[in-house]
């Protein structure tokens, strides 16, 4: 595939967008942020806040949210030549290695070393010349040639390497927000109320706007509430190339549904509940979950990597509604949402994003002073 090809297909996926309405800071409280509720089928467009969700919600829904946990995957140190380093850690591949996105590119063998974070001041920088071999230390034991990819290999293991990572690491916002809050006000911020497994290296943001209070009122609502795990990786944000494109495949995944979660899952959608997944992270582990049946009709418990594209048109097997953020243009998250309200799904054929309900949708919120991406608003979509 041609450029000047993946550029036509990712035109089509465009909007026009401010930067002065990409979110900062998260609401507070969490669950007033505005909520934009969308039918599919009709285009009919209502404006709410979050804090609203027990009114739109019966005791036929159910909800399902992921419970991955953010790490502190952003590492700020030093190359052993002096020179300043920064590891953004995708995933861990064993008890001592990780992958991780390098800033600037590094050479096989380096060594890199990593102070605490009370050692560094607001700009990264070390606060005075210490003794490196107090430092969590690193190899660089693979790197991609085509890219800032690395494979390292840490001087520490198992449970000591990943607690040493905490102290050492700062959360990984996406490079679009600015935040002025403090390292421990954004780690709380940057996390659901409900995370659990820790693995990703970012937050499954339509999650965000949940309080233990508005949970407590759905279940009292009865709504049934169940949870998944998919680790969210650093490709989340990454650009779309032309490998993604012709293979339909993204940036693997791990995701992971329990065998009583897909129990209860299946009986529901038997017994005619409306699936909502709470973000596109929870769409993506249920739509992988459902595909690995033979009918594509029920969900397989599963602890397994994802790879899986959603574009129009692609049948929805498993969910019927979708809570979610305002995404980034020219994404695949905004691919997925396209491809939601559109046909096989709907009545409506997709040409382009702006032309579809959804569009229209971002259209009203751009208009209405909504708030984007990771710490903006939401949509509840149906």
Same mark, same amino acid.
């Given at each position: 595939?041609?450029?000047?090809?993946?550029?036509?297909?990712?035109?089509?996926?465009?909007?026009?967008?401010?930067?002065?309405?990409?979110?900062?800071?998260?609401?507070?409280?969490?669950?007033?942020?505005?909520?934009?509720?969308?039918?599919?089928?009709?285009?009919?467009?209502?404006?709410?806040?979050?804090?609203?969700?027990?009114?739109?919600?019966?005791?036929?829904?159910?909800?399902? $949210?992921?419970? =991955?946990?953010?790490?502190?995957?952003? @590492?700020?140190? &030093?190359?052993?030549?002096?020179? +300043? %380093?920064? *590891?953004?850690?995708?995933?861990?591949?064993?008890?001592?290695?990780?992958?991780?996105?390098?800033?600037?590119?590094?050479?096989?063998?380096?060594?890199?070393?990593?102070?605490?974070?009370?050692?560094?001041?607001?700009?990264?920088?070390?606060?005075?010349?210490?003794?490196?071999?107090?430092?969590?230390?690193?190899?660089?034991?693979?790197?991609?040639?085509?890219?800032?990819?690395?494979?390292?290999?840490?001087?520490?293991?198992?449970?000591?390497?990943?607690?040493?990572?905490?102290?050492?690491?700062?959360?990984?916002?996406?490079?679009?927000?600015?935040?002025?809050?403090?390292?421990?006000?954004?780690?709380?911020?940057?996390?659901?109320?409900?995370?659990?497994?820790?693995?990703?290296?970012?937050?499954?943001?339509?999650? $965000?706007?949940? =309080?233990?209070?508005?949970?407590?009122? @759905?279940?009292? &609502?009865?709504?049934?509430?169940? +949870? %998944?795990? *998919?680790?969210?990786?650093?490709?989340?944000?990454?650009?779309?190339?032309?490998?993604?494109?012709?293979?339909?495949?993204?940036?693997?995944?791990?995701?992971?549904?329990?065998?009583?979660?897909?129990?209860?899952?299946?009986?529901?959608?038997?017994?005619?509940?409306?699936?909502?997944?709470?973000?596109?992270?929870?769409?993506?582990?249920?739509?992988?979950?459902?595909?690995?049946?033979?009918?594509?009709?029920?969900?397989?418990?599963?602890?397994?990597?994802?790879?899986?594209?959603?574009?129009?048109?692609?049948?929805?097997?498993?969910?019927?509604?979708?809570?979610?953020?305002?995404?980034?243009?020219?994404?695949?998250?905004?691919?997925?949402?396209?491809?939601?309200?559109?046909?096989?799904?709907?009545?409506?054929?997709?040409?382009?994003?702006?032309?579809?309900?959804?569009?229209?949708?971002?259209?009203?919120?751009?208009?209405?002073?909504?708030?984007?991406?990771?710490?903006?608003?939401?949509?509840?979509?149906?």
């Amino acid at each position: 595939m041609f450029d000047a090809d993946i550029q036509d297909i990712l035109a089509k996926y465009d909007y026009p967008l401010c930067e002065e309405q990409i979110a900062n800071e998260p609401a507070s409280p969490r669950d007033h942020s505005k909520l934009l509720r969308i039918s599919r089928q009709t285009g009919k467009l209502q404006d709410y806040h979050f804090y609203d969700l027990p009114d739109l919600l019966t005791a036929n829904d159910v909800l399902v $949210l992921n419970e =991955t946990k953010v790490f502190s995957a952003r @590492l700020l140190g &030093k190359k052993q030549s002096g020179g +300043k %380093v920064e *590891l953004l850690l995708i995933k861990q591949d064993n008890l001592n290695t990780f992958e991780a996105i390098s800033k600037p590119g590094l050479k096989m063998g380096q060594r890199l070393f990593f102070p605490r974070r009370n050692l560094l001041d607001d700009a990264g920088n070390l606060s005075a010349d210490l003794d490196t071999s107090d430092f969590l230390q690193a190899e660089v034991i693979w790197r991609d040639t085509e890219s800032a990819k690395v494979q390292v290999r840490f001087s520490q293991s198992g449970a000591s390497l990943l607690s040493e990572i905490d102290l050492c690491g700062f959360t990984p916002l996406p490079p679009y927000i600015h935040p002025t809050q403090t390292e421990e006000k954004i780690k709380e911020e940057y996390q659901t109320v409900y995370a659990k497994e820790e693995g990703s290296a970012a937050a499954p943001t339509a999650g $965000l706007h949940f =309080t233990e209070e508005l949970l407590s009122k @759905l279940q009292a &609502k009865g709504v049934q509430i169940e +949870k %998944v795990t *998919l680790h969210v990786g650093l490709g989340t944000f990454a650009k779309l190339t032309s490998e993604n494109l012709e293979n339909k495949t993204l940036h693997s995944e791990y995701y992971e549904i329990t065998a009583e979660t897909a129990q209860r899952l299946n009986q529901a959608k038997k017994a005619g509940k409306r699936i909502i997944a709470v973000g596109t992270t929870s769409t993506r582990t249920l739509e992988s979950a459902v595909l690995l049946s033979q009918n594509h009709q029920e969900l397989l418990a599963a602890a397994k990597e994802t790879n899986i594209f959603i574009d129009p048109p692609y049948k929805f097997n498993f969910i019927d509604a979708l809570i979610t953020n305002f995404h980034l243009p020219k994404s695949s998250l905004l691919m997925l949402v396209s491809a939601f309200c559109t046909a096989p799904n709907t009545t409506e054929e997709f040409t382009n994003f702006l032309a579809t309900s959804v569009g229209q949708a971002y259209t009203h919120a751009l208009a209405h002073d909504y708030r984007f991406f990771s710490f903006g608003d939401a949509m509840l979509i149906e």
